[in-house]
Each structure stands twice: as structure tokens, then as C-alpha cells.
């Protein structure tokens, strides 16, 4: 993954803040700064997680006689000099290609072209499941979304009812966070505390362990991107109350993988051969929603079929801890907030709903959520002083996640911060966030926003 020095990125963050002068009539947002975990060094003293600088532009026009255009751009650098990119969304739409579209009452057609975020599933979102679209992923707090490729369209008639479709011959899955992979070596590293690199040695039986060669089998660029996603969402709103089901067949956002491994014969070396898949599957679910003022209120359901089941490979995961099992997923959930100029507050519950043994099973990746509550609050206290908090707790696992934060405005481009982030996990260490305990950070920041 290409990296950028410190002097680059604050370069590149200064251009990005120059370029919103020369926009008119546009809506140009943004910002840049920099945050350190080390007010107390004993909390998150983790390599990559020290501190880091980010930018983020996004662009976006939307009126009654020209195209909508959108295009929103993050970059994050951490201490490791490692650099992530985030094209949340590149897009061009166009109102009124078959009916005419009445922008106060949100009525008509519209085809959208480029990267855009699929609003289909408010529980796929909120809980950074990164099922349907793909996860910014920058750090786990707070995944983001980033939109798919391809070709939109809706159409909604007067009395609230709608359809939209979705179709692609191109798939660009999740980047971030990445593994550095060294083909001279055939080793694999982590500089990004998100990111767990295979065990990079292992026991065979002998008095010490011995070092494990990734032999990493990289497909043809035209065998990645050339993949096919196709879908549809069919519902009807009115003032307060809205209900979608949509159905889409799509590549998985994360790339899988295949591991087989070979032991040489004195027992000297392990060489683990890794082929990157990239399986399809198929994402549905629906939701009701119900809003009055500022207060909703949602119930939402979604289910994930992989198209492929890859049986767990135990000896390969013994020794590189790599797993590649596979099984359905279902989810319930629903939630109720409100949320105003002055303040936020609600309440959230999901659900894995589809069997596994926790035990057992080695799942490619363990659920992010089984069976988990959040609670959350804002508050503007003045004009330069706000307040927010965040908690999740996974009443099965005991996970939780703490996100707690205070912001206060130097001026009206100038906003200062102060937060903690923490994650607890079960002493099993049997968990999706078990890894990451001690990502924990006590952070202050500071950003210039335009």
C-alpha cells in the first residue's frame, strides 16, 4: 500500500483547503488535522495507533437545472507512515430521464453513475456490519461506509410508492485496513493496529519454532474487478411512515482466502500457499420505519447466503491462525432516537439470529455483533461546546465499546477535542473484538474545518 510522510499529507491537506476558495455556489466541506492517543502512555500504546493526521473533501451540488455530482474523499496517515485512502462516493446523477422529477416533494426518476452509497439496510449501517455496502474502515469505532460501483436508478411515484435498482460489471472490494505483503521475503506484516497479520512463525513438533513462508498467488487484475452485482428495493413511504424489502446478489466486500500448507520433510520450514477468493453472495432484508418530528423509530431484518461454503482447513489454521470457514448469516434489529439542533439521543439492539457454534466453528471471521444493545447521546452545551457519547455492549460475548467525546470551538474554522475510546472483551479471548483490546486511546485533537 503506497505510503505518505508527514510533510506530504499536511501538503496535500493544505491544497485540499485552498481549492474550496475557487468553488461558487458549490457545496465544498471538509477538514484537516491531527489527533495523538498519548496523553497517557500506558492506554493504547499501540503501534498505528499512537497518533495520526486526516483529511477529508467532499464536493456536492444538487439544483434544479444541473446535473447532481458528488465526490467525498478521506485520507489518514498513522504513526506507522502508513497512509489509508476512502472514496466514499464519485458520482454523476440525473433528474427526470423518464418522468419529471418534483424536487420539493422528492417525486420522479433519477440515474445516478459512479461510486455511490446503497441506503437499502439502516441496521447494515449503524452496526458496521459491511455486508451490503463497503466499510471506510479507517479504525472499528467508527467503520464509515464507502459506496459500490455501478449504475442506479429510482423512481417514486406520487402516492409514495417506489423502486429502485442497482447493476455493475465492476467490484472494487474493502481496502482498508490492509496487511503489507512482501513477495521478496514471503513474509506478511501489519503496520495498522486494525489489522491482524498471520502468525509469522509456528511449532512443528521441534525445540523451537520455525519461521512460516506466504507464498501469495495474486489473480489477474481483470479477474478481480470484472464482477457482476445486481439488485432491487421496492417500497412506499408517506409522511411518517415508510417499509422497503430489497435483494441484491453482489461479490463479498472482503476478499476471502484459500491456505493450503506443506511442511518440509526435516521439519525446517512451513510454506503457507494463499489464494485470494472473491465469492459472491447474497444480501437481503427489509425494513419499517416510523417518524414523527424528530423521532424514528425502525424494526430491520437482513440476511447474508454466500453463494460458495469453503470448509475450514484446521491444519492451515493451526498454523498460520488464517480461517476460512464459512455459514449463513441473519440479523434482526431495530432502534428509536430523536435527534434535534440541540441534542441526540436512542437506543439500538441487534441480533444474530442464524446458528453457529462459537466454539466449534471456524469462522472466516467471528460476527462483529450477537446479540448487542447501544445507547447513545449529543448534546450542543453552547455555541463552542458540545458532548457526545456512544456505547455498545454484546450481552452474549460481553464485548463492549465505549466512545466518549467533548468538543469545544476556537473559532469558527478551529474545533479542539478531547475523548476516550475503549474496548472491553470476555476473558476467554473468544471474540470478533478480542484482538483489538488494546486499541484503547485518551485522545486529543485538532482540526482546521472549512
Partial sequence: MATLTKKQLLTLCLCTGV????????????????????????IGDVPGNRYNGDARFTYYKDNEYDLERKFDLSALVNDQSLTMWSLQEAYVAKKGIFRDFDHAEKTGDQLKVGRQILDWSQMDQFWGLGKLNNRKNFDFFNPGQEGLIGLGYENKSSNGFFWKVFGSGLYAPETNPGLDVNKSNNTIKSRNPWAQAP??????GGPTDVPIQYIVDYPKLSDVIYRYSIGA??????KNWAASGYFIRKPENQVSTNVEVAVAQNA?????????????????GGNIKYRNADVEMYVSGLGVFPNTFPDGNQTATTYTELKTEKRREAYLGGGISRINDNYGMGFNYIAR???????????????????????FFSKTVTKTVSLSGDIKYDMLTTDRLVMLRAGYKVSKELLMSLGVNMIGTPKSGKSYWSPYTNNDALFAGLRYIF
Avoid at 428495493?233 to 408517506?238: C, D, I
Avoid at 525446517?268 to 437481503?284: G, L, N, R, T
Avoid at 466449534?360 to 444493545?373: E, I
Fill in 19 to 42: 481549492s474550496s476558495a475557487h468553488a461558487v455556489n458549490d457545496t465544498i466541506q471538509g477538514h484537516f488535522g491531527g489527533m495523538s492517543n498519548q496523553i497517557n502512555s500506558d
Fill in 353 to 375: 439470529v442464524s446458528p453457529f457454534d462459537r466454539e466449534k466453528d471456524s469462522l472466516a471471521q467471528d460476527p462483529r455483533w450477537n446479540q448487542a444493545v447501544n445507547a
Fill in 233 to 238: 428495493n421496492v417500497g412506499w413511504e408517506n
Fill in 268 to 284: 525446517a520450514s512451513v510454506k503457507a500457499f494463499i489464494k485470494p477468493e472473491f465469492y459472491y453472495h447474497d444480501v437481503f
Fill in 199 to 204: 502468525a509469522p512463525s509456528t511449532n512443528i
